[in-house]
């Protein structure tokens, strides 16, 4: 059964930052590509990275620069780092899977891990 199982969140003050993970069972990670998404109440769903089976890496333009996405096939786990989390970034995360070694439309989902970001 394939299963992804997003941790990490939290509260956590402006400026600081977390690490979320995405842990998979199931299935063989390193052989596919993870992406990374959030969702703020009342606001769409928004991409925000994803990693190639390969290791190569997108960004929206959102979060360039301070989010890091990263890989451990051995763990078979795919990171995301945040940086210098301000309010607007806020949301849930989720994690997801195309089932392909590279980017696309995503056919599996994690349950989600919460970032709130208050003083």
């Known amino acids: 059964q394939v299963q992804l199982v997003e941790s990490g969140g939290g509260l956590v003050q402006p400026g600081r930052s977390l690490r979320l993970s995405c842990a998979a069972s199931g299935f063989t990670m390193g052989k596919y590509a993870i992406g990374w998404f959030r969702q703020a109440p009342g606001k769409e769903r928004e991409e925000l990275s994803c990693?190639?089976?390969?290791?190569?890496?997108v960004y929206a333009d959102a979060v360039k620069g301070r989010f890091t996405i990263s890989r451990d096939n051995a763990k078979n786990t795919v990171y995301l780092q945040l940086n210098s989390l301000n309010s607007e970034d806020t949301a849930e995360y989720f994690c997801?899977?195309?089932?392909?070694?590279?980017?696309?439309?995503?056919?599996?989902w994690g349950q989600g891990t919460q970032v709130t970001v208050s003083s």
């Open positions: 997801a899977t195309p089932w392909l070694s590279l980017c696309a439309e995503y056919d599996y």
């Open positions: 990693i190639n089976s390969d290791g190569s890496t």
